[in-house]
């Protein structure tokens, strides 16, 4: 992967086409490689508790998008 765990507030200044590391569930930066060994990577995200093999590479507003639809699923 070509993107950087980040903290949130890094995703509010800079570069419109940089790409974050996101949680493919809740859209957080917080997401964290658990493992890694020969069948690849697995990460786990402390917001949403997802685990699994898959993550996002996005731009500030793909991980805006992510995050605002999260949030509306969780409330309604």
Known sequence: MTG???E???LS???DEKLFMVCPVCGSPSIYQ???MIMGQHYKCPECNY???LVI???KEMVKE???KY???KEG
């Open 51 to 53: 685990s699994g093999s």
């Open 66 to 68: 992510i995050r605002e």
């Open 8 to 10: 949130k507030e890094d």
């Open 4 to 6: 950087e765990n980040v």
């Open 57 to 59: 590479e996005g731009n």
């Open 71 to 73: 949030k509306e699923k």
């Open 13 to 15: 200044g800079g570069d």
């Open 34 to 36: 658990a493992l890694g």
